[in-house]
């Protein structure tokens, strides 16, 4: 018996270390993981926040320069509705303003990092001051930019549902491409009366089809009382942003098809491309303390593009016309990909 679990074993063993995907997915692909978070926080520090000053604010005036600057990067704003504005789209982590002896912090919902990282710099600040005197004069309060009613789901449903297209558009055109090939279902459609256009226009109108629907789900089920999603003026921008999201994942996929052989090969390399893009895009969580070559990283991925164009249109409220550049950048990105899936298309396995 002993020698027979032996023999069971070490053949387990063999088949394991031969099989080049289970080896990699469960040892390289952990450890690429590693790698990865292990750079974004190996060694954050302290990080230094941008705010808006509005008007005089006599405990920043005062602080000592060379302290201040290692963590703030203050900027003096006199209008007060242009800073609070600059706070809600993204320019500003906080702004910051003097109501007596109490200091106001303007924040946005959007980013909760960044606010809780002003915050807590500024009441150190402040800490600072009242052990200065006694009994304890200064006080600190924080007021949120945009609507108080808002909540957390505002600001997760962009990002998850930029990851959901991202899954079906890439997973979606992978696997059929595949399976199609195998099963020889593509020399069929090329001995047929059909052009090559026609087939890809087919597979990209149910790609887009898929992700609107996906869209309309999300957007159904995060507006129920229960989450309290609210959209901004401009959410119709939404479609439009899901539409180029999806060509640019779509474009992904085909390339993964294209050059693997088997449901399962292509399986393995979709995921080794989407889950790694979709915690560096931001749609889990944010990325102010990653290093800046892994920021510099996440700038080319499609995903990161689409958290940023969702976000702005369906909760932030941004004029439809701030989504052009991530539209744009989309429809690049699918171009230059989908050429490449051309090239490395074939009709048959061979």
Known sequence: MRGGFAALATAMLR?????RTALFFTILFPLMFLVVFGGIFKDPGTPRAKIAEIGQVALLDQAPPASISKVLDITKEPDRAKALEAVRKGDYAAAVEADGDRLVVHYSAADQVKAGIVQGILGSIVDEANRAGAPPKFTLS?????????????Y???????????????FGAALTLVEWRRKKILRRIRLAPVSTFTVVSARVWISI????????????????????????????????MVVCATLAFLSIGLVAGAFTKTGEAASA??????????????????????????KNV????????????????????LPWTSV???MGILL?????????ATRLFTWDDV
């Open 298 to 317: 996440a700038s080319v991925l499609p995903m990161r593009h689409a958290v940023l164009g969702i976000q702005d249109v369906m909760v932030k409220g």
């Open 209 to 240: 089809l898929i992700a609107l629907a996906q869209t309309g789900i999300f957007v159904a089920v995060a507006s129920i009382p229960f989450f309290g999603l609210r959209l901004s003026p401009t959410w119709w921008m939404t479609i439009p």
């Open 142 to 154: 924080a007021e949120q930019v945009e609507d108080a009613s808002l909540k957390p789901i505002q």
């Open 156 to 170: 997760l449903t962009p990002g998850l549902l930029a990851w959901a297209i991202s899954m079906g558009g890439t």
């Open 15 to 19: 088949g394991f270390v031969r099989d």
């Open 269 to 294: 390399v979709a995921n080794l491309i989407v889950l790694p893009m979709a915690f560096l895009s931001g749609a889990f969580f944010p990325l102010d303390n990653a290093p800046s070559w892994l």
């Open 324 to 326: 052009l550049p991530e």
């Open 332 to 340: 690049g990105f699918a171009l230059v990909v989908g050429f490449l």
